[in-house]
């Protein structure tokens, strides 16, 4: 049995589970998550707790216990604090701004990429070159943060590019001097 998949996930106030079958609503203060959860597994909701098991003894369903008890953890999460993600942005000229709702990065290209961010995710960015996109939804937040460090990610001479701010660059020695 997975050791995630036994932990309950504590719900706190202002949070509501409703779980209709594979279905699970969670509503809290920043905003609402509802997904449909893989088969094999079963839910039991407990005074302020969702304990998850799996229903049967089947490699799948034990494959799935842990994983399933991590998304509502996640939802949970995402409904009453949100998650976020920053980027730095290094190098000379690079730069990013928001324009309406959308993100404008200049990243050494002829043209500055634009970027349109989906429903729940919001970009703000401080001094030009960090930038925050956040959300309630930890899989669409990561992956927004994602396409953005894609658009330069960074390089290991100088460590110019788009990387997130606790990412550490493996350094390479550039080329070696004549004799």
Known sequence: ????????????????????????????????????????????????????SPSTTKRYSRQRHGLCRTLIANMVEGVSQGFTKKLEIV???????????????????????????????????ESNTNVIVSGIDKEVVGNEAAKIRSIRPPEPYKGKGIKYTDERIIRKAGKSGKK
Do not use: C, W
């Open 1 to 52: 049995m997975s050791r995630i998949g036994k932990a309950p996930v504590l719900i706190p106030e202002k949070v509501t589970i409703v779980i209709e079958g594979s279905t699970i609503t969670v509503t809290g203060p920043k905003g609402e998550l509802k997904r449909l959860m893989p088969e094999g597994v079963k839910f039991d909701k407990k005074d302020n707790e969702v304990l998850v």
């Open 91 to 125: 190098g000379v000229g690079s730069r990013a701004q928001v324009k309406g709702k959308n993100l404008v990065v200049s990243a050494g290209y002829s043209h500055p990429v634009e970027m349109i961010p989906p429903d729940g995710i919001t970009y703000k960015v």
